[in-house]
């Protein structure tokens, strides 16, 4: 066991709360958006850190990343709660899916893609960059770290794409046949954004020009909603916001924009 394994986890237990498939919106944009990364990986390991009172969520990721990327994946649930580990236990299916204690020193592995979900939303603000660091400093080379936060039934979520330099991306995501309003998006930014949807911010910016995009396509929405979003959507990158991806992830109700464009002015 390495010296990494042997130290206290890093954190403080979440609430735990969880539903099944309150993740399957960032799982899909995982599956779409790294695969090339685990398929080129000689051991395509990946970490759910802080999966809950249950692992439901774990176990669902691991189905969809050896359905959609490679078979051989291995996905290792960490939580910094003993007991939740030992309640894991059932649901391990060795060597594809385990489950440890461990915390944001990823309990000395080095995992090609980290998801941590609903995590860093109950520590301050201040916190956040320590616990970055501490993540992607644990990854293997070119490794990611996906961190986010979404409401209780996964229909609306906010995540960062994370390397060794630093946020790349932000993705925001919503299940379009329920969402009412894109400013809906704003209660689920990640916490590095969260506190920032103020004027004067760009993430604020962005989200009120999403907002009014929706509300100036809502004659797309005899249509239904998902043309509405994608007509939404395109007039914002036509006004100069760097969309990224295309219509085939737009159509799923996503929005990624680089992280420049949408980092706070103020630290």
């Known amino acids: 066991m390495s010296e990494a394994a042997r130290r206290r986890p890093l954190g403080v237990v979440t609430r735990g709360t969880t539903n099944p498939n309150r993740l399957r919106r960032v799982d899909n944009w995982i599956v779409a958006t790294c695969a090339d990364r685990l398929r080129a990986a000689a051991d395509p390991l990946v970490v759910d850190l802080g999966y809950g009172a249950t692992p439901v969520t774990a176990v669902e990721l691991r189905a969809r990343l050896a359905a959609g990327v490679r078979p051989d994946v291995r996905l ?81 979520g906010g995540w960062l794409l994370i390397d060794a330099d630093g946020p790349r991306t932000l993705t925001l995501a919503a299940k379009l046949t329920t969402l009412g309003s894109p400013a809906e998006l704003a209660e689920r930014l990640p916490k590095a954004l969260i506190h920032h949807n103020v004027p004067g911010e760009p993430v604020h910016a962005l989200i009120k020009a999403l907002d009014d995009a929706w509300r100036t396509a809502a004659p797309y929405a005899p249509f239904g909603p998902r043309q509405r979003w994608l007509q939404a959507v395109t007039s914002l990158k036509n006004t100069g916001w760097p969309i990224l991806n295309g219509p085939t992830r737009w159509r799923q109700g996503e929005l990624t924009l680089p992280w420049p464009r949408v980092a706070p002015t103020a630290p």
């Open 76 to 156: 290792i649930g960490l939580e910094i709660d003993p007991a939740r580990v030992a309640a894991a236990a059932p649901a391990a299916d060795p060597p594809g899916l385990t489950f440890a204690r461990g915390g944001f020193e990823l309990a000395g592995l080095r995992p090609v893609v980290v998801r941590a979900f609903n995590v860093l939303r109950q520590y301050d603000e201040r916190e956040v960059l320590d616990a970055w660091r501490t993540m992607t400093a644990a990854l293997a080379p070119g490794g990611v770290l996906v961190e986010g936060t979404c409401d209780e039934l996964g229909r609306l």
